[in-house]
Each structure stands twice: as C-alpha cells, then as structure tokens.
C-alpha cells in the first residue's frame, strides 16, 4: 500500500486567532503548513519562526500560484473572507474559513459557487460543533429524546473591552466586523443553537443596541425565534456585560424532557426515563466570554484534521459553506427586525 501523501497548507491573516490554525495544522499527520501571508510582514514572520515556515507573503493572490499548496486557511477580518476565499477557489485551493462564512449573503453566495464551480472544498470554523457535550446533546434530540421540541434559547453574554475594539480598526465596524455581539461573539452560539434544533428558523424579531461600548454596532441583542417544527426560541446576546461575562448557555425544552448545554460541559439532562443520569463525555474547554484568546485547541484540531480527510475522500467538510451561511442568515434577519421593528421571515429575500 503506498503512503497517503501530505496536503499543504497555507494561512492568509497571522493575526488573533491564526495561531489556532497553526497549532492544528502542525498536530495533523499528513498536514504541513508551507506558507503564511499577512500585510503586516512582521506579524507573518512572527508566526512563520514559531512554526518553522520558510515562505512569509504580503499578498495573498502571490502565496496562491504556490503550485504546492493545497488547502487556504482563511483568518483576515470577516468582511474580507469571500474576498480571500474566491481567489483561493479560482487558484484551485481548498478552503478552511474563520466564523463567520463572510457578513453578507451575497458574498457568501458568491464564495460558494466559486468553490462549486472549481471544484474545492469550503469548509468553515465552527468548532463548538465537536464539542462531546453538544454532539451527546445532538444526538439525542436527533433521536426524540426530548420530544417534540418547545422552547430552543440560546444565552451569549460576553465581556469584551473597549481596549478590545480599540486594538484593530475593523473591530466593531459594519463594514468589516459585520456586526457586533451577534455576528463576531454570537455567531458560535447561534450556529450551535440552530445545528442542534435541527430545524430552520423561519422567523424573528430582534432588537439591539449599542449600550456600554463606543463602535458603531450593537453590543447587546435580544431576539425571539420561530422555528419550522413550531418551537419558540430566544437569543440573547452581549459583549457589554462586565469582566468575565457569563458562560454561554442553550436552554432545550421537550415534551419529554430539558437538557441544558452550557461552556461547562452538561448541567441538567432531565429526559424522560434519564432525569438526573448526566452522560458522562471528555471533558473540554470552550471558554472565551472574556478573553478570545481562552479558547480551547481541540475544535481546531478536529477541523483541520476534518478537512484533511474530506479532501481526501472527495466528500463535504464537517461544516460546509452552505451549513455555514444558517446562522448568518438569522443573525442578518434579527439585525433586519431590529432596523424595521417587523418580525422578519427567512429566508431573506
């Protein structure tokens, strides 16, 4: 049998969350990292010396005729990962995205067809996903454990500073940020929130507002929810609270029981026939309401090590574009509620 060969990676933006990526790629066998780019060449080669990287780009479109490379890892700022991720497509690069997919749906579409029409895959950082906890919780619900569905909440309180707006110039802007405690903090707990219920929403209505911090977009939401099988929900959304924020919190309210799903792991499991019996799954860090940097390794791990595989098995990643693009639909509808004061149908129009 002849040895699998080695899929080469590139990552476009060293800035925050770029280590993540590194790290995961460096502990994927049949993985390398060969190149980084980032405009700031300092910050690039900053991550190029740790991880032992001899290739540093300030264009992302000069990394690309790389014939070598194989899979593009997207972490510039959200208003841009279309952007980067179309060109990738066109270079016949595969695609590993930040959250969120992009901040608009038709640069999210158009990102998605480009990937269909060369051919590559897109796949996008969702790590709560592989979190043991919320794949026990999936998998009941998915089985009718709880029911028929009733009330599906989600709770995103986050801290973040007004130094942290002040540390990047896209941070907190419509026009790069895409939005506020929803689309950049939230974003992760919508996704999960919507993967779970296993429905669509087909409905909001929103309200936001920008409360504690000096950007332009909102740093505390509200919003009720409808789903397709007829469950209300609720979101509620912040980076205004106070140092260190709240855990993030998913409520699940069946006919037969309630779980509740929290950055701890399991709090309550009251099915049905189990009420008490917690199932018991590895332990993992999630963190974050804080600090964006106190966020766990695994989720990238498996990601990357995900992509590695649906590249090789000619299959969809664990969370493809199309899966991706849900929870920025719903977070752009609550931001359309808010704007109107209507309850907002999906899918948007």
Known sequence: MSEERTYKFGIVGCGVIAPWHAEAIARTEGAELVAVCDIDRARAEALAEKYGVTEVYTDYEKMMEREDLDIVNICVYSGRHAEVGIAAAQAGKHILCEKPIDITLERIDA???AADEAGV??????????SPHSCVVKEAIAQGKLGHLILCDTYLKYHRSHEYYASAGWRGTWELDGGGCLMNQGVHGIDLLQWLVGVPVTSVFGRTGTLARNIEVEDTAVAVLTFRNGAL???EGTTSLVAPGLPTRHDLHGERGTIVLTDKGIERWDV????GQIPQVEAETVGGTADP????????ILQVQDMVAA???????????????KAVEIILAIYRSAQTGEVVTLPLK
């Open 111 to 113: 990102l998605i067809k």
């Open 121 to 130: 895959k897109l796949g996008v950082i969702f790590q709560r996903r592989t």
């Open 233 to 235: 929900g609720v979101i």
């Open 272 to 275: 049905e026939g189990e009420e």
């Open 293 to 300: 940097r106190a966020i766990g390794m695994r989720g990238h």
């Open 311 to 325: 590249v090789r098995e000619n299959r969809d990643p664990m969370v493809p574009g199309r899966e991706a693009r």
